[in-house]
């Protein structure tokens, strides 16, 4: 559905260097997420797969259609919702919505069985101005403006950027039901715990893409033996355990460290170094992996 | 997958919806709606009556140390112009300094003792005429209406037998006789107001959809780039023409001034005007990045060089020669010599078809500059 090659894409006449030799495929129907922090370069390839910035080289098709020459016929058959979009605030959720479907000829009765689910829900205010709307039903018109037209693909730079938590979640159970319609998803977020709703994801920081791969063998792919160490006394754990010379990467993860160890070094040595150092009730065990821990360990081996 | 046919017209049900969304934009923000349709008036209001220039019931204080039949006819003279009021009976050069100290009178005239004696006997005699000059262009108009009307009661006592050899100039002020100053800046007003409209407002309104990332929709949907142009630019084109309209009624009621030419010539004329206008708004907006940088450029680029080089405020033959040719390339200086022809001349087509080709190469060139410059993709 979607081809990306050695994708290069510079801003400021070469010195920004924002995506790098990018190369991936997105198939039919598939649900991509590209994951990475702020300046990895998500919104470039965004922008440049929904033909709005030309890349410096590589090349990339959406539906078969080449995104510098055919670009008119892309943007016939995709849907678009940009990381920064805002939707007119001084326009009603009607009049919104009733425009995109106008500009993209069409009207709100005719796809509406594709977006019932979710207009259903900001239906009760829409004769209110969008300026005027909290954060998770501004995102939900604003789903709402992209699919109004039936697109084939669907691209969302950073959606849930911004939103609180259960708007986030609700709104990944919304892409998860257009999926199921058939279709195909790319969606960016700084977001690691969104990784795992995805099919298949890649792993971005400073335009490179470090892994791609579906969540769960992203996951297998972490071979070491992490351990979560929770301890009162969190900071001169820490650079305890830092200094460790059997430590190979100890970081601060929410309310404990993710440990691993070099070699074939066990929790018992762990135990004995901190004992040594008189910490006390510091609790040490091994955990599963998460794609947050995957993406550092990338980071470090890069 | 549903195709999506396009075949355009103007009568576009698309093209519709979207300049209705435009307008909608206009109405609901107050702040805009009060700029668009007060401006005109205030313009108008504030340059026909608190701006003018015109000497119009000016007060005049006289010293009258003579107090002579001729002295007496002299200041009735003054007094019943429509220039000038006589509002003071001066005693003393002291008193005359006062007055105009206390801004009581804009000028004063002092007769010498004895004056219709000299003039009777002496064959002549002085009036002294004094202004108050830190305002030089009213002084000297001031002064000029002064010795008109002294020149004028001395022509009606001399004889034709006892007049020796003169030579009199007589003036005629052609098109506004009595030197009103509503017709020379109407047209400049119009001039400005659809500048103001065209160029800043359009440019504001393209930029603030980048700012808001809507752009990027509209770009990326199957809607042609060039009828997302047409369908920013329309409304203020008919807004425009609203206003030239309020300003000609105004100009017609409010101010007494006639329209002497073809009205059609004069919309037509504006409307390519307007043209221009939006041609240079979208080229702005092209280049802009916000909308506080769309309404700089437009101010500093576009309002300066009306306001200074059209020949309003200005004439332009006295400016230095790089000035000059400067103004050239001007819009609005072309278009305020059409409407004032136009309108104040009655001229027509045949008058002013020089500066009418000036104006449609500008706009062609212009409207072909900024369309071609309109970015089919983001810039960055």
């Known amino acids: 559905m979607i081809k990306v090659s050695n994708i290069v894409k510079t801003y400021n006449k070469g010195s920004v260097q924002a995506v790098n030799d990018i190369s991936f495929e997105v198939k039919r129907g598939e ?20 033909t709005l910035l030309l890349a410096d080289s590589g090349t990339a098709t959406v539906n078969g259609f080449d995104v510098v020459n055919q670009f008119q016929s892309i943007r016939n058959c995709i849907g678009y919702m940009p990381g920064r979009f805002s939707l007119y605030q001084d326009l009603t ?12 000829d069409t009207t709100i009765e005719e796809n509406y069985d594709l977006i019932r689910d979710i207009y259903v829900q900001i239906e009760p205010f829409k004769d209110r101005r969008a300026g005027k709307l909290s954060g998770g039903m501004k995102q939900k018109l604003a789903l709402c403006c992209a699919l109004i037209h039936k697109p084939e693909v669907l691209f969302l730079d950073e959606p849930t950027t911004g939103v609180d938590v259960v708007s986030r979640r609700e709104f990944w159970e919304m892409l998860k039901k257009l999926k199921q319609q058939g279709l195909t998803i790319v969606v960016s977020t700084p977001y ?13 920081q400073g335009g490179h893409i470090l892994s791609i791969d579906t ?25 305890a355990m830092r200094s460790y010379e059997q430590t190979e990467s100890c970081f601060a993860f929410g309310d404990c460290l993710h440990l691993t160890l070099k070699g074939d070094s066990t929790i018992d040595d762990v135990s004995k170094y901190i004992t040594a150092l008189n910490f006390t009730d510091v609790q040490i065990q091994e955990i599963v992996p998460d794609i947050e821990d995957c993406f550092i360990k990338l980071l470090k081996e890069n | 997958m549903k195709k999506h046919k396009y075949q ?18 206009v109405f609901r923000d107050k702040k805009t709606l009060l700029m668009l349709f007060g401006m005109p008036t205030a313009q108008i209001i504030l340059f026909g009556f608190a701006l003018t220039n015109e000497i119009k019931d000016s007060k005049v204080g006289v010293l009258d140390f003579s107090k002579d039949i001729v002295s007496r006819q002299i200041i009735e003279k003054i007094d019943e112009s429509n ?40 064959g002549h005699s002085q009036i002294q005429l004094i202004a108050d000059a830190s305002d030089p262009n009213a002084a000297t108009s001031i002064t000029n209406y002064l010795s008109n009307i002294i020149t004028e009661y001395q022509s009606q006592q001399t004889t034709v037998a006892a007049a020796p050899m003169q030579i009199m100039a007589e003036v005629h002020m052609l098109y506004n006789p009595e030197l009103k100053g509503a017709p020379n800046f109407v047209p400049g007003v119009i001039a400005l107001v659809l500048m103001l409209v065209c160029t800043m407002m359009s440019s504001v309104s393209i930029v603030k959809e980048k700012e808001l990332g809507t752009m990027e929709i509209l770009l990326v949907s199957p809607f042609k780039p060039i009828y997302i142009i047409i369908s920013k630019l329309m409304p203020f084109l008919i807004i425009s023409l609203f206003n030239l309209a309020i300003i000609l009624v105004l100009s017609v009621t409010l101010l007494d001034l006639e329209i002497k030419g073809n009205i059609f010539l004069l919309f037509f004329a504006s409307m390519l005007f ?11 907006s092209t280049t802009a990045k916000t909308q506080q940088n769309a309404m700089m450029i437009s101010l500093m ?32 200086r072309w278009f305020f010599i059409i409407i004032k022809n136009v309108m104040l001349k009655g001229l027509g087509i045949a008058s002013i078809w020089k500066e009418l080709l000036i104006l449609t190469a500008m706009c062609v060139g212009l409207l072909t500059l900024s369309i071609k410059k309109f970015k089919i993709r983001l810039q960055e």
């Open chain 2, 301 to 332: 680029g576009m309002m300066l060089p009306t306001m200074l080089l059209t020949g309003f405020m200005f004439p332009i033959e006295n400016m230095p020669i790089v000035l000059r040719g400067l103004s050239n390339i001007v819009p609005s």
């Open chain 1, 192 to 204: 690691m715990d969104e990784a795992s709703l995805c099919d298949r994801i890649a792993l971005m």
């Open chain 2, 8 to 25: 355009f017209s103007i009568f576009n049900s698309q093209l519709i919806t979207f300049i209705k969304k435009e307008f909608k934009h």
């Open chain 1, 215 to 239: 969540p769960q063998n992203i996951i297998a792919s972490y071979q070491k033996t992490l351990y979560a160490v929770a301890a009162p006394n969190m900071y001169k754990v820490l650079t």
């Open chain 1, 31 to 50: 649900l991509f997420g590209l994951i990475g922090p702020d300046g990895a370069g998500k919104s470039s390839i965004f922008r440049i797969l929904t």
């Open chain 2, 274 to 284: 307007i043209i221009t206008s939006l041609a240079i708004g979208l080229l702005i």
């Open chain 1, 93 to 104: 959720i009607e009049e919104n919505l009733e425009f995109f479907a106008t500009v993209f």
């Open chain 2, 83 to 122: 220039y000038f009021n006589v509002a003071e009976d001066l005693k003393s050069i002291k008193d005359v300094d006062a007055a105009f100290k206390q801004n009581k009178i804009r000028a004063a005239v002092v007769f010498p003792p004895g004056f219709a004696d000299e003039l009777l006997h002496g």
